[in-house]
């Protein structure tokens, strides 16, 4: 709440998602429109924000189809979180091998609301396997709320600027 600089609020945010609940990494996908795609666009890792510019995120596939992955579709529908309680025994996805590298074993994808519709999701990334408590749901739930907050007021800045420059 005291960041003053919105491109800093969203690694912020992601740091505080990631410290609250113990976990390994974050990260942020958002919701392309009515496309059926959710394109990656930040995530926290070693204690530090990667972006969908970084060049291994770009090799790897920074969007992906809504249906290519569990259950992305189902938090999409009914706006609840899921958990992937352990991802070498779940279906192959496109960033599988990356995670499994890292040792992340449990995911726990949050979606991000707005005005009651999903906007993206949240995967809260662990290196081991984890069940999560009602209570650290709801934290990660409102975390993730928070982060949308962020994403939209960096957005609004940086829309900001190039209609400044424009003129």
Same mark, same amino acid.
């Given at each position: 709440?005291?960041?003053?600089?919105?491109?800093?609020?969203?690694?912020?945010?992601?740091?505080?998602?990631?410290?609250?609940?113990?976990?390994?990494?974050?990260? =942020?996908?958002?919701?392309?429109? @009515?496309?059926? +795609?959710? %394109?990656?666009?930040? &995530?926290?890792?070693? /204690?530090?924000?990667?972006?969908?510019?970084?060049?291994?995120?770009?090799?790897?596939?920074?969007?992906?189809?809504?249906?290519?992955?569990?259950?992305?579709?189902?938090?999409?529908?009914?706006?609840?979180?899921?958990?992937?309680?352990?991802?070498?025994?779940?279906?192959?996805?496109?960033?599988?091998?990356?995670?499994?590298?890292?040792? =992340?074993?449990?995911?726990?994808? @949050?979606?991000? +609301?707005? %005005?009651?519709?999903? &906007?993206?999701?949240? /995967?809260?990334?662990?290196?081991?396997?984890?069940?999560?408590?009602?209570?650290?749901?709801?934290?990660?739930?409102?975390?993730?709320?928070?982060?949308?907050?962020?994403?939209?007021?960096?957005?609004?800045?940086?829309?900001?600027?190039?209609?400044?420059?424009?003129?």
């Amino acid at each position: 709440a005291r960041e003053s600089a919105p491109d800093r609020l969203v690694e912020h945010v992601l740091r505080t998602i990631t410290g609250q609940l113990g976990a390994y990494s974050s990260s =942020v996908w958002r919701r392309e429109g @009515v496309s059926g +795609l959710l %394109a990656f666009e930040f &995530a926290f890792e070693r /204690g530090r924000l990667v972006t969908k510019a970084d060049e291994v995120i770009a090799k790897i596939s920074p969007t992906l189809n809504v249906e290519d992955v569990w259950p992305w579709s189902e938090i999409l529908r009914t706006g609840k979180p899921s958990v992937l309680e352990d991802i070498r025994e779940g279906p192959d996805f496109p960033w599988r091998a990356r995670l499994q590298a890292q040792g =992340v074993v449990t995911i726990l994808i @949050v979606p991000m +609301l707005i %005005a009651g519709q999903v &906007a993206g999701v949240i /995967g809260i990334r662990f290196i081991q396997r984890r069940q999560f408590r009602a209570e650290e749901m709801e934290l990660a739930q409102a975390l993730a709320n928070q982060a949308m907050l962020a994403i939209q007021r960096s957005e609004e800045r940086r829309v900001g600027k190039e209609c400044r420059s424009r003129w």
